[in-house]
T-cell receptor, first 114, second 116 residues
Framework: AQSVTQPDIHITVSEGASLELRCNYSYGATPYLFWYVQSPGQGLQLLLKYFSGDTLVQGIKGFEAEFKRSQSSFNLRKPSVHWSDAAEYFC????????????FGQGTELSVKP | DVKVTQSSRYLVKRTGEKVFLECVQDMDHENMFWYRQDPGLGLRLIYF???????EKGDIPEGYSVSREKKERFSLILESASTNQTSMYLC???????????????FGPGTRLLVL
């Protein structure tokens, strides 16, 4: 069965520090992978997505993610975190031929210390 | 700019009431989705629709129904609200029907529903 796991429920980092949010997926075919961000009181916004090709993808707001097929992972990174990055982050996998259905992970809440 | 709007940001209802949550998108998207979001559980798909008058059950359809009479509008209906339906409800839309799974979903701001 398809699934997405985000092992970290809550992460706190200092402003200016680097960030890595983990995502592992289980999917039988080539995965389409997404990272979304949800700021407090808002809906979700797409950060980046991976379909094929270069395994390192760049997104908005200085984020990047690396697809590693051998580890079934799609971890999100940012070299220097800003206070405005405090939000909840969701990893998702797109399901082929099911009307654009996405399977989401549980989410990781990011807090940023001054 | 893409836009998905939901009729209410906050809603308080009583147990047993019939509740309608409305979602409208202005992007001419074929696919529309209803999720509920609960702490520690992420987003769970309730229903989705890939065309007018078409609907498919998601992972947690029990206690819910949907209606899509027009392409731009997708309604979620709680026939008889219960306290365990207290949650955040998110609507989303994406461009293609029965697609490959690559489509970006665009989300509304959510409706926080409290059932007393």
């Amino acid at each position: 069965a398809q699934s997405v796991t985000q092992p970290d429920i809550h992460i706190t980092v200092s402003e200016g520090a680097s960030l890595e949010l983990r995502c592992n997926y289980s999917y039988g075919a080539t995965p389409y992978l997404f990272w979304y961000v949800q700021s407090p009181g808002q809906g979700l916004q797409l950060l980046l997505k991976y379909f094929s090709g270069d395994t390192l993808v760049q997104g908005i707001k200085g984020f990047e993610a690396e697809f590693k097929r051998s580890q079934s992972s799609f971890n999100l990174r940012k070299p220097s975190v800003h206070w405005s990055d405090a939000a909840e982050y969701f990893c998702a996998v797109g399901i082929y031929n099911q009307g654009g259905k996405l399977i989401f992970g549980q989410g990781t809440e990011l807090s940023v210390k001054p | 700019d893409v836009k998905v709007t939901q009729s209410s940001r906050y809603l308080v209802k009583r147990t047993g009431e019939k509740v309608f949550l409305e979602c409208v998108q202005d992007m001419d998207h074929e696919n529309m989705f209803w999720y509920r979001q609960d702490p520690g559980l992420g987003l769970r798909l309730i229903y989705f629709s890939y065309d007018v008058k078409m609907k498919e059950k998601g992972d947690i359809p029990e206690g819910y129904s949907v209606s899509r009479e027009k392409k731009e509008r997708f309604s979620l209906i709680l026939e008889s609200a219960s306290t365990n339906q207290t949650s955040m409800y998110l609507c989303a839309s994406s461009l293609r029907g029965l697609g490959e799974g690559r489509e970006t979903q665009y989300f509304g701001p959510g409706t926080r529903l409290l059932v007393l």
